[in-house]
Each structure stands twice: as structure tokens, then as C-alpha cells.
């Protein structure tokens, strides 16, 4: 059994960059696929990016695409999200989440089992 925790959410001006954490504990999560999901008030549940159990394999949502980098440092068991050239629309919790079944990143929330309590981001304009 594996637990993940975010970190690193906050205020950020539009243009701007941050970045993000999520920490495994328990079971190693190193083997794992994980990934990083947002959810702002109103709207469902939105894939962002993916990473293979290597970290070879990446998979972004295109709203995203060229500006977040999801990586992963294995003996840290965690996870980062780094974003850059934020704008309002970013604006949502973000969680992290481990597909601890499956072996391949999944852009579909019901393929992963393990869910972080979230980390606020806010863009301002």
C-alpha cells in the first residue's frame, strides 16, 4: 500500500512558474505509474501528466504541453510538476495519483487507485 502527499501549491502572478510535489510513503512507489491530475470549482476531474515506473515515458495533456514537465526522482519516492508560463486557466487543486495496478500511464482518473488530498494553485491576472 502506498499513500501520496502534494506540496508546493500557492499564489503565482499569470507568466510565472511553480512547482510541485508529491511525496509516496508505504510501499515504495518507484514501480509505479503516477501522474498529476487538476479539478477547478465546476469542472471535472482533468488529466495533466503521466509517468512511466523509468520516468522514460512521459504524456501530457495538450492544454499543457510545452510548458509542465512532470518528472520523478526515484530514490526520493517523488514525483514534480514543474509548470511554467502559467496562466488564470490553470488555476485548481492539483493532485497527484498512482496507478499501483496498471502498467502503462492512463490519462482516465478510474485507472488510478491512489490519490493525494490536493494542492491548491492560484494564477493570478
Known amino acids: 500500500q502506498v499513500q501520496v502527499v502534494e506540496s508546493g501549491g500557492g499564489m503565482v502572478q499569470a507568466g510565472g512558474s511553480s512547482r510541485l510535489s508529491c511525496a509516496a510513503s508505504?510501499?515504495?512507489?518507484?514501480?509505479?505509474?503516477m501522474a498529476w491530475f487538476r479539478q477547478a470549482p465546476g469542472n471535472e476531474r482533468e488529466f495533466v501528466a503521466g509517468?512511466?515506473?523509468?520516468?522514460?515515458?512521459?504524456n501530457y495533456a495538450n492544454s499543457v504541453k510545452g510548458r509542465f514537465t512532470i518528472s520523478r526522482d526515484n530514490a526520493k519516492n517523488t514525483v514534480y510538476l514543474q509548470m511554467n508560463s502559467l496562466n488564470p486557466e490553470d488555476t485548481a487543486v492539483y493532485y497527484c495519483?498512482?496507478?499501483?495496478?496498471?502498467?502503462?500511464?492512463?490519462?482516465?482518473?478510474?485507472?488510478?487507485?491512489?490519490w493525494g488530498q490536493g494542492t491548491p494553485v492560484t494564477v493570478s491576472s
Open positions: 495519483a498512482a496507478r499501483t495496478r496498471g502498467a502503462i500511464v492512463t490519462p482516465t482518473p478510474a485507472g488510478y487507485d491512489v
Open positions: 508505504g510501499r515504495t512507489s518507484s514501480n509505479y505509474i
Open positions: 509517468i512511466s515506473r523509468s520516468g522514460e515515458l512521459t
